[in-house]
């Protein structure tokens, strides 16, 4: 049964009309609006400036309120992290060039010095390099290095508030001195590894609201399918708002119990999971862990995980809940805290960001990774050593982009010290907007031989209220 509880089905789309926010009407889109634009496998279509893209996906009043200057959000991000990413790349391995590459050119070229080794193992054919594991690539294009920039609101907040959020003597965010945008836009000092993922945590991802789907397939050592599921989550900023009022908070609840986010989603497949719905929060106090409820359809009950639940494999993939888009764990002082370094600081070669969504993976080659582009960015190296002996990792390493702020790759080692996980995350920016969203994963499991590839797509959905993350709203299936 705790299996069953822990069950992380990937997101698909549940109609839910409810009552307009701020005066906007609802406007939902369906997973067939979404499947229109790109299919989860072998398409090579551009999700993000296809004919049917996000533009069509919400009304033009949304996406007036959304778009700004490109040129105003370069100037004034640059200006916050004190550099422009193409500036600062170029020193390692300045003989590998804008242009195509494939897996045998690593034995001319020096790619072992520029990419981080996951990246370098997936950079043969499928089951060469790594374990059997889904999106590995035969076939690159390193492209010019770009310099990528959030939306106008959460720049201006970001500046406004800068230096406002504090942490005491071991590095926690004092719980109240956060009040909007990235609370540490130029780490450093002692704690600088802590303020990095605290970035992570306060991130802005599709604005104040927004809807994902999330389609995955999982499989084993032989490429063959044995888990298929999908879903829809809703996300509502409950604090550090910047494009929808009330700014800030969203309630007096929210200031009351120092809340972050609440975050909820309804699985849709496999079938016997359908109806099962997860609803999370997230709070500022480093004393409190995240919150998480399930409502279990064949139980018609809501159980509350625990914070050892949240470490149990979500059946089917290769992740459990304090993985779920890389790292979700509270950072916290009593509960499975870690000791936080900075034992990197360099120029990489990663999946580049996408800007129009083309890239896909094709099924008929053992789920290869194909149209990938890489480019050099600069990042931070962290090492997050588990201090609590009861926690399935014992490090975890995170690859952070210190333009964007946001991770890219994560390795998780087990309490024998062996690579246990690791998660690839290939993110896209709506250039328009100046917004991040997760387009692309893949999560390994490399003590198993087990690998899920995860497709998404995300809009703003303005509309949503507290009603729609409710306790409530956690019985709709029937």
């Known amino acids: 049964m705790k299996r069953t509880l822990m069950q992380l089905t990937s997101l698909a789309f549940v109609l839910v009309l409810v009552a307009p926010a701020w005066g906007i009407d609802p406007y939902p889109i369906t997973m067939e609006d979404v499947n229109k634009v790109k299919k989860m496998l ?17 009304p033009d009043d949304v996406w007036q309120s ?12 640059s200006e916050i992290v004190g550099f422009k990413a193409p500036e600062a790349v170029g020193q390692i391995a300045p003989e590998i060039v804008p242009g195509k590459y494939t897996y045998q050119d690593k034995s001319r070229l020096p790619f072992d ?47 406004k508030y800068e230096g406002t959020a504090k ?3 071991q590095g926690y965010m004092i719980s109240g001195t956060w009040r909007a945008g990235l609370p540490y836009p130029r780490p450093s000092g002692e704690h600088k590894a802590m303020q990095i993922v605290y970035n992570h945590e306060r991130r802005y991802m599709m604005g104040d609201a927004f809807a994902y789907f999330d389609n995955t397939i999982g499989m084993g050592r032989n490429w ?44 849709m497949d496999p079938r016997d999971f359908y109806g099962n719905i997860y609803l999370g929060t997230f709070y500022t106090d480093p004393k409190k862990p995240f919150s998480m409820l399930v409502y279990v359809n064949i ?54 960001i996408t800007q129009d969504g083309s890239e896909w993976v094709d099924s008929n080659n053992n789920y290869e990774w ?35 702020l946001i991770p890219v790759l994560y390795e998780n080692y087990d309490q024998k010290g062996r690579l246990y996980r690791t998660q690839v995350y290939a993110n896209a920016h709506v250039k328009p907007m100046g917004l991040f969203t997760i387009f692309m994963a893949c999560s390994s499991d490399f003590i198993d031989v087990h690998s899920t590839y995860t497709y998404g797509a995300a809009y703003p959905a303005l509309w949503l209220t507290r009603k729609d993350l409710s306790l409530k709203s956690l019985i709709r299936a029937k």
């Open 113 to 159: 010095k520029l990419m981080p080794k996951v990246f370098l193992d997936k950079f043969n054919p499928p089951g060469e390099g790594t374990p059997n594991h889904v999106m590995n690539y035969t076939e690159i294009e390193v492209i010019p290095t770009r310099q990528y920039y959030h939306a106008l609101p959460v720049a201006e907040a970001t500046k």
């Open 167 to 169: 942490q005491d003597e």
């Open 66 to 77: 959304l778009v700004y200057d490109e040129e105003e959000m370069k100037k004034l991000w």
């Open 42 to 58: 072998d398409d090579p279509r551009p999700q993000i400036t296809g004919s049917e893209n996000l533009k069509v996906w919400i």
């Open 224 to 267: 063959r399918p044995d888990h298929v599921g999908s879903g829809l989550s809703y996300t509502i900023k409950c604090a550090g708002r910047v494009w929808l009022e009330p700014y800030g908070y969203i309630d007096a609840r929210a200031e009351r119990n120092r809340e972050i986010k609440q975050w909820r989603y309804e699985a």
């Open 370 to 404: 194909k149209g990938v582009r890489f480019e050099r960015r600069p990042m931070w190296k962290l090492e997050l050593t588990q201090l609590d002996k009861n926690y399935i990792y014992s490090k975890r390493y995170m690859f952070v982009d210190k333009e964007t």
């Open 299 to 352: 139980l018609r009950r809501i159980r509350k995980l625990s914070s050892s639940d949240k470490q149990d494999q979500a059946i089917g993939q290769d992740i459990t809940f304090d993985d779920a888009e890389g790292f979700a764990q509270a950072i916290s002082p009593d509960v499975f805290p870690y000791d936080y370094k900075v034992i990197e600081e360099r120029e990489y070669l990663i999946p580049a």
